[in-house]
């Protein structure tokens, strides 16, 4: 069941990119769509099959592949990568809806899409570190190609310093996961089969290193951050929307699952710290977000600060804490998906991101009433306004993390004053006062533009006000992985949080 959800994007990037006959832009996108529809119709399928209160990975599948290297296809699916999967099928389609249905060498475009959304299921189901390495490594160059041809101006700069950074992020995790197989002499690199916990601090800690670092890229944290928003300004809009929506959570999610739950020893030695990190991370995100004139570097900066937010919950490592931080990590999703998306409708019909020439665009009769109705939505999610999600995501991560770090919690919490300042500061000037000159003639905007963004508000709200369908898919397996950190993902349990 579970190698369906890899097959699917994978027949549909085949079919596209190599069918013999000539397909047209609209057919491809088409297809690209339909198959991504259907695959996130069958993560729903999974998720309705799901048993919340079973610890452990769930439709596991293992086969042998290379013994020589102790590799073997193993999946699985736990209340951690589940809502990540979802995420991953909403995104995926509403980033091929999005797409430019006149863009160029369209077969090639949604090919790589399709490429990309199988590297990052793969790598959510893996319960190998060798097999996760592989699909963490296959979303790389699908990415970088879609900024590299389809990314704006710089895009030739971006996408190189987006391969460097991801390449150096690949080796450090390497290096660190071929350390716990062969250190803890484990006969293979399965999850079920590790013993890293068993290692010495001091080796425990240089492994943690390396995992730091590399997913710390990857999130990214500072000072790793620079790739991000050059990225994203070159990035087109759905690829900004699939960068921020999921390829970022693969280095928290990464965190959670090969460094707190692998390494407990040195992640607590070390928790301190990465608190005091994920302080850093979100007061620099926020206060660089300040200072953007560019809505899109602007929404980019941001997703630095709310990444900080997962770091801090992981550093507390209580059952709370973590729980806020996947609930962060599906709440900044959507929000930053929603922000993404809005900012590029803006692009397209007026011209501009510069908030220096944007003006009134909330105008009823001129502008663009709607797009700025659900923009003050989603700047009201993201400063964590009650009623939406990301208020329930943060306030779970502060609840946990207030008993274990109070002084990094408390500051950190400044960062939602900021969060509420930069993106004010945005729709103060883009949205409301008069029509600026420059944008007086803005084409009308239709309602294929508006479908995905009202999905992802309606979501918002919905997880806001009930958060219980998320907490409900992951608080066991959250609880029973920060209670039992040596615990890895083969064990059952009868009622949830007993082991």
Not at 401 to 416: D, K, N, R
Request: glycine share 10%; aromatic share 10%.
């Amino acid at each position: 069941m579970l190698s369906t959800l890899i097959l699917l994007p994978l027949l549909g990037a085949t079919l596209i990119g190599f069918y013999p006959a000539t397909l047209s832009g609209k057919l491809s996108r088409r297809l690209a769509l339909g198959c991504a529809v259907i695959t996130f119709l069958w993560t729903v399928f999974l998720a309705i099959q799901f048993n919340p209160g079973e610890i452990g990975q769930q439709f596991a599948e293992s086969l042998p592949w290379v013994d020589a290297l102790g590799l073997n296809y193993n999946l699985g699916i736990d209340g951690l990568s589940l809502p990540l999967l979802l995420l991953n099928g909403l995104l995926t389609s509403i980033a091929i809806y999005s797409s430019d249905e006149s863009l160029q060498r369209p077969r090639f475009y949604y090919s790589l899409i399709l490429l990309l959304s199988v590297g990052v299921i793969g790598a959510f189901l893996s319960q190998d570190l060798l097999l996760f390495f592989i699909f963490y490594e296959l979303e790389l160059i699908p990415l970088y190609l879609l900024i590299a041809i389809w990314g704006g101006e710089r895009r030739g700069y971006a996408a190189t310093k987006f391969l460097i950074y991801t390449a150096v992020s690949a080796i450090f995790i390497l290096a660190s996961f071929l350390g716990m197989v062969w250190l803890s002499g484990s006969p293979s690199f399965g999850l079920a089969t590790l013993n890293a916990q068993n290692l010495s601090l001091s080796t425990q800690l240089l492994l943690l290193g390396g995992i730091l670092v590399g997913f710390g890229i990857k999130i990214p944290l500072v000072p790793f951050h620079t790739w991000l928003p050059d990225a994203h300004v070159e990035a087109s809009t759905p690829i900004s929307v699939l960068l921020a929506g999921v390829l970022l959570k693969l280095g928290t999610y990464g965190l959670l699952r090969f460094g707190m739950n692998l390494l407990p020893e040195a992640w607590a030695y070390v928790a301190p710290w990465l608190a005091t990190w994920a302080v850093i991370s979100v007061l620099f995100g926020a206060s660089c977000a300040i200072a953007q004139t560019d809505m899109k570097k602007m929404v980019a900066y941001s997703s630095i600060g709310h990444m900080g937010y997962v770091l801090l919950a992981a550093a507390a490592a209580t059952p709370v804490s973590v729980l806020g931080a996947v609930m962060q990590m599906i709440s900044h999703g959507l929000i930053s998906a929603l922000m993404f998306l809005l900012v590029g409708v803006v692009y397209k019909k007026a011209g501009s991101r510069d908030l220096d020439v944007l003006r009134g665009l909330l105008n009823p009769e001129r502008g663009m009433p709607v797009i700025g109705t659900l923009m003050v939505l989603g700047v009201m999610a993201s400063a964590g306004i009650p009623g939406m999600v990301g208020f329930i995501s943060e306030f779970i991560i502060f609840r946990g993390s207030l008993a274990v770090f109070p002084i990094q919690t408390l500051i950190s919490m400044l960062g939602t004053g900021l969060t509420a300042v930069y993106f004010l500061i945005l729709l103060n000037r883009a949205f409301f006062g008069r029509l600026s000159a420059q944008v007086s003639n803005l084409p009308r905007v239709y309602w294929s533009d508006r479908i995905p963004a009202f999905i992802l508000a309606l979501l918002i709200v919905i997880f806001g006000i009930q958060p219980s369908w998320l907490v409900h898919l992951t608080e066991p397996t959250i609880t029973a992985m920060v209670n039992t950190p040596s615990l890895v993902a083969t064990v059952s349990v009868d009622k949830p949080g007993k082991t």
